[in-house]
DNA sequence: GCAGCATTTGCACACGCTTGCAAAAAGCGT
DNA sequence: ACGCTTTTTGCAAGCGTGTGCAAATGCTGC
């Protein structure tokens, strides 16, 4: 293998004319070093360039530094924003960021959360999937936190992270109403994630609640031609909708291409659309998308400060936190 | 601080009643174990959820199975997809991703490469900014391998990996002159980095050739924003340009956007638009962008297998890739 | 100068793992 | 049964770091 040789504190030792444990603990904050050895101690540090080694400190203080994202689809613009929030909150309080992406088979999420297990890491976050219960008990006996955000699972332990969402589309319901709309449909995907799920029953639930139906379609995976395809759907039958709803912005996106391009309605006069996840496209002037928006940065915060608190308090219930989605206004609905 | 306990390779061994060594051998492929004990130490691992400490592996073997992705905008479409096809192919080859985003101040690069050799990363994989030359040495030095995509710097040492922006560029001219176009425009930003710079010179190079004028138009930081106010520096001059080729397709599409919305202008009949990058809202049918294909998988598949090689090869001398960027035909330019 | 105290320093062990080496066990041909 | 070779096994050293403990050093006030 490579004849890899990184400079150890041995040597910065060596070059400082001290012991090897003066130069550990000139870089331990607090630990009990004369400043004037420190400053050699650095110095030396500085001219052979180096760095303390993260994988023997981890190994001793029992603490690797690392925090484990656990994500699939990470190409795809909420989660790439809810990554970047997460990696720079990380950053902030000096852990880093290892990324596992299990846009593979399923049950990946398990080996994800394995990976993470092997490299000590102090805690992992999912953004996707969800673990079987057995791993997620091995992390919690071993020490290690977890996150689960927007996946409404309800077993203890872990810090659960998740959006009004049954709410919120309820609030949709009454813009539509507001709008004069009367036939409302609801555009989803096939797969079935509780917070996709519970936007689907808080909008069809407040829509009875107005004594109005509404027309669910579902198609494949929660992506652009998605909601093309699921405009196909709904905009040919008989009764066409006058409002949807869809649960997500990119299957918005895709659907309102469809109904401007392939059928050639005027979006907000002839169809309202409301989508969620505020992605950057949202605003783009093609779509200026009526959305929710998800307080991703609110999200990243949340899991972090919960990561650097005192783990004793509540370590067998568990937390659970239920952030707002703030319904950001634009053209694709009449009347804001 | 938690109180962590995660199970060792001594209590595995104790269950299995074998010696700590058995154990370590039946998690290394090709060591010499028999197929006895080998199932004893598994089963007792399964049943205490063991998994091996790779902190403590990779302090023993020397090589951590970290590779350090050195990254800022990471939301961006592009970046993202980089993303995905990196953090897969590393995955195959049974390394992991450690997620440093260097979105922050400057010089965040050289704190990022930093981050990587305390961790004792493997390899740093830079796709944006440019380190400093003495931090790049010292990586060179400690046998840490580095890739550089994108980032056309001329250091000896590591991988560079690039595209043939500038002949690209070239090929776009051909484009607009078979689609009639006779007042060319660049819309660039302000970045001014080297991929950008080439696509830019290339484009005015090839104009010239033919004949051409450009007019080059650059503002701000290179996204959507940006391509809209570019649009309307370059839309509201005396002789509108019929044609642009843009640095990047989210400048494309603010630039589209602006055409459309702002200046009524039909595409491609009154303006052909090419961009760069191909990222997935590119062939979504509001822009049907004409545009040139990032190869994110041969790039990442390059740049994962070169770190598979042997290192004493060419570590001197380091090695330049250069890869091809397929224009995809879409409807913004007349006359595919 | 010296006792008394606070601060700094070095030694040595521990963390959990891999691996060379020699001893033990197993296979094999006669 | 024996000697021989091949495989398997345990011991112990080592990877680079943090830290408790005791020794050493530096101060302060007489």
Redesign the interface.
Same mark, same amino acid.
């Given at each position: 293998?490579?004849?890899?040789?990184?400079?150890s504190a041995e040597e910065v030792a060596q070059r400082a004319g001290v012991s090897r444990s003066a130069v550990s603990r000139a870089f331990t904050p607090g630990a009990s070093v004369s400043e004037a050895t420190r400053q050699k101690v650095l110095q030396a540090a500085e001219e052979l360039?180096y760095? +303390?080694?993260? =994988?023997?400190r981890?190994?001793m203080r029992?603490?690797?530094g690392?925090v484990c994202?656990i994500v699939s689809e990470?190409?795809?613009?909420y989660?790439?924003?809810l990554?970047?929030e997460l990696?720079?909150q990380l950053?902030i309080v000096g852990k +880093?960021?290892? =990324?596992?992406?299990t846009?593979?088979s399923d049950g990946s999420v398990d080996r994800a959360l394995?990976?993470a297990?092997?490299?000590?890491a102090?805690a992992s976050i999912i953004l996707s999937g969800l673990p079987d219960k057995s791993i997620t008990q091995?992390c919690l006996?071993?020490?290690?936190?977890l996150v689960l955000i927007n996946r409404d699972d309800d077993q203890p332990g872990p810090l659960r992270i998740n959006l009004d969402d049954h709410e919120a589309a309820g609030r949709v319901v009454t813009a539509f109403v507001r709008a004069g709309c009367t036939k409302l449909a609801f555009a989803n995907s096939e797969a079935g994630t509780p917070s996709l799920m519970a936007r689907e029953a808080g909008f069809i639930a407040a829509a009875k609640a107005h004594g109005l139906d509404v027309v669910v379609e579902r198609y494949g995976w929660t992506g652009?031609e998605a909601g093309?395809l699921v405009a196909q759907r709904l905009l040919t039958q008989s009764e066409r909708p006058d409002a949807v709803f869809c649960a997500t912005d990119l299957l918005a996106?895709?659907l309102?291409?469809?109904a401007?391009?392939q059928f050639s309605l005027s979006i907000p006069d002839q169809l309202c659309v409301v989508g969620f996840d505020d992605i950057?496209?949202a605003s783009?002037?093609?779509?200026d998308l009526t959305t929710f928006a998800q307080p991703v940065a609110a999200i990243a915060r949340q899991a972090v400060t919960w990561l650097g608190e005192s783990?004793s308090s509540d370590r067998l219930e568990g937390h659970s936190v239920t952030l707002h989605a703030e319904l950001a206004w634009r053209g694709s609905v009449r009347g804001g």
């Open positions: 293998m490579s004849q890899r040789d990184f400079v360039g760095q +303390v080694n993260h =994988l023997a981890g190994l029992n603490e690797s690392i994202l990470v190409a795809t613009p989660r790439s924003a990554l970047r990696t720079q950053q +880093v960021a290892m =990324l596992v992406n846009d593979r394995q990976q297990i092997r490299y000590r102090d091995l006996r071993s020490g290690q936190r652009y093309k996106c895709g309102m291409d469809a401007r391009h950057e496209q783009w002037s093609s779509y783990p």
